[in-house]
């Protein structure tokens, strides 16, 4: 059996949190998957790297779909009136009753603060970007990407494009001018 150090789980958890769009919630998924992986080997003190990879993967997965979904209760308008502290004639609710529905529906009261709003927003302007991305590759050839990639994602210079690619510097500058050109007519 390998034996994980605390540093390869920790590792492991970051580069499968990098795999999630939720980049804003990459240290929550880090701490999920660690503490799915310790879990795990509280139970089963000798398990399999791969199996453990799984585990982590779920409990990112889940902590996505399902603890940070808002929870949503339908409601009557009986029920918002016994729940605001109304009396509403229409239906009748022992005071039990009115009791657990004013507790299940306070409970799932959230509040948006600011920070949570700015996350919202630049999740949804990465998702905005990479869409513009894709429209934007699909048109060019897989040459022009090549070089745009190494441009503007690996911050490489047209000299260092143009020796790595085995091309002229002015070949680097004109196909590079070319695929910005296409991607700016989206």
Known sequence: MIKLTTDEIVTM????????????MRDDLIAEGVLAVYDRLDTTP???PASLYRRAN??????INVKTKAVTIPTS????????????????YS???????????????????EEFMLAVED?????????YLKKGFDKLTEREIVII???????????????HQGVTQQSIALWEETALSKMDKL
């Not at 308008?77 to 009748?92: F, M």
């Not at 005071?95 to 603060?113: I, P, W």
Request: hydrophobic residues 25%.
């Open 13 to 24: 958890c970051e580069k499968l949190a990098s795999k999630y769009r939720q980049h804003h």
């Open 46 to 48: 000798d398990d399999y």
């Open 58 to 63: 779920k409990a990112m997965y889940d902590y």
């Open 77 to 92: 308008r009986a029920a918002t009136e016994v729940a605001l502290g109304n009396e509403y004639t229409g239906q009748n």
């Open 95 to 113: 005071d039990e009753g009115k009791k657990a529905l004013r507790q299940a529906l306070s409970s799932t009261t959230v509040q948006f603060d």
């Open 123 to 131: 999740c949804t302007k990465d998702y905005e970007q990479k869409d």
């Open 149 to 163: 990639k190494m441009r503007y994602f690996d911050d490489m210079t047209q000299e260092d494009v143009a020796v």
